[in-house]
Nanobody, 123 residues
Framework: VQLVESGGGLVQPGGSLRLSCAAS?????????INWYRQAPGKQRELVAS?????????ADFVKRRFTLTRHSNDHSLTVYLNMNSLKPEDTAVYYC???????????????WGQGTQVTVSQ
């Protein structure tokens, strides 16, 4: 398993959650970007936020000033966090972590997905 997500759950409107995306040691040196997507029932998957290997971030307009990306890395692990504040019912969705990159030896590009984690914002 290359990506493992955690941190979803049920939260009231206005509340906060933090999602985690942990990348396996075998790929994290070759990751060029980690992206968070979400998919609500009956809707297409949409990009929420991205972080490049250099630490540059980009956010969808509908989460700007509410969601932020942070990361923690050491010799053994790379974890990217999606910090979600001021949550709204329309943020309810399954959130997916995605890692893009290129294997350094084979030059083959990769595109891995996490298993998804449910976020429900409701009273």
């Amino acid at each position: 398993v290359q990506l493992v997500e955690s941190g979803g759950g049920l939260v009231q409107p206005g509340g906060s959650l933090r999602l985690s995306c942990a990348a396996s040691r075998s790929i994290f040196d070759n990751i060029s970007a980690i992206n968070w997507y979400r998919q609500a029932p009956g809707k297409q998957r949409e990009l929420v936020a991205s972080m490049t290997s250099a630490g540059n971030t980009n956010y969808a307009d509908f989460v700007k000033r509410r969601f932020t990306l942070t990361r923690h890395s050491n010799d053994h692990s790379l974890t990217v966090y999606l910090n979600m504040n001021s949550l709204k019912p329309e943020d309810t969705a399954v959130y997916y972590c995605n890692a893009e990159g290129q294997d350094a030896r084979s030059a083959i590009e990769f595109d891995y997905w996490g298993q998804g984690t449910q976020v429900t914002v409701s009273q």
